[in-house]
C-alpha cells in the first residue's frame, strides 16, 4: 500500500521529507526552549530572594545584588539567544514547508 504522505515523484518527497525532518527538529528546540525558560525562571526567583535577602543586611547588599543583576542579564541573554536560533529555525522549516505545499499545489498538474 503507498504512502498517503508521498506523492511518488522523487523531488516532491524530497522537499516534504525535508519538511517535516525541519518541523521534527524545531519541535524539539522549542520544548528545549520552555523547558529552560522554566529553570531561567526559577534562577530568576532565586536571584530575586538572594537581593531582598542581601537588602537587609546592607553591608553585603551592594556586593549580592550588583552579582545578581549580572547573572540575571546573562540568563536573559543567553534565553534571548536561543529565541534567536529557535526563530531562524522557524524561518527555515516555513520555508522548507512553503516550498513543498507550492510543489504540492503544482504536481496534479504536471504529472498528467
Known amino acids: 500500500m503507498p504512502d498517503p504522505?508521498?506523492?511518488g515523484d522523487?523531488?516532491?518527497?524530497?522537499?516534504?521529507?525535508?519538511?517535516?525532518?525541519l518541523r521534527q527538529e524545531l519541535a524539539g528546540q522549542m520544548a528545549t526552549m520552555?523547558?529552560?525558560?522554566v529553570i531561567r525562571s526559577a534562577r530568576m526567583e532565586q536571584l530575586r530572594?538572594?537581593?531582598q535577602k542581601a537588602y537587609r543586611r546592607i553591608?553585603?547588599?551592594d556586593q549580592i545584588s550588583r552579582a545578581c543583576i549580572y547573572e540575571g542579564g546573562q540568563i536573559v541573554?543567553?534565553?534571548?539567544d536561543q529565541l534567536g536560533d529557535v526563530l531562524a529555525d522557524l524561518r527555515t522549516t516555513w520555508k522548507?514547508?512553503?516550498e513543498a505545499t507550492a510543489a504540492l499545489?503544482?504536481?496534479?498538474?504536471t504529472h498528467q
Open 10 to 21: 522523487d523531488a516532491i518527497d524530497a522537499q516534504l521529507d525535508l519538511a517535516d525532518a
Open 5 to 7: 504522505q508521498r506523492t
Open 49 to 51: 530572594a538572594a537581593s
Open 96 to 98: 522548507a514547508e512553503r
Open 34 to 37: 520552555q523547558a529552560e525558560g
Open 77 to 80: 541573554g543567553a534565553g534571548l
Open 59 to 61: 553591608a553585603d547588599f
Open 105 to 109: 499545489a503544482r504536481w496534479p498538474d
